[in-house]
């Protein structure tokens, strides 16, 4: 099965309510003398974190700016830190997932279909530049990331989305 995968310019990727894509601006032209959002998204110094977005949350995917991509299946993204971007890990990920110890968790609310994108990039660029229109049921959720390896294949960081009262 093969996976659309966003990269990022050295960055965190970020993941907006796509009504809310609107009021995010990126790196400013005045980078690095005002931050702007960019910078806010860079302050997340945690695997996952959470900022606000004009009247909403986003959910900002920190630590290291891998390629990253979503399983439906699990509801879960796959980050590779190392490995054969032509690989599909799938199976070994489904295989992986009982044994997980996921390390950062944050409570959000979904209520609308998400955009995974490079947080350097504004608004306006956001259709020309990668992303993935991730849809999620609306639903309060607990988020868990963690380090995962597949063993001579992969290091990946996984980010699970799970109904909040449903985690393990």
Known sequence: MSH???TSMGGPLIMIPESACQYWTGSPPTYPDDEGDYGRACS???LIGIIEVGPTQALVLGDDPAA??????HSLLVRQIAGD???DYSPAVAELLPQVVWDSRVEWTVQEPLVLFDSVHDHTEIESEEHLHIALAPERYMVEAAYAEIPDEASLILVRFAPHGATA
């Not at 990253?68 to 299946?73: D, R, V």
């Open 44 to 46: 997340v110094e945690d």
């Open 68 to 73: 990253t991509t979503f399983l439906p299946e």
């Open 85 to 87: 971007p032509d690989v």
């Open 4 to 6: 659309t995968w966003v």
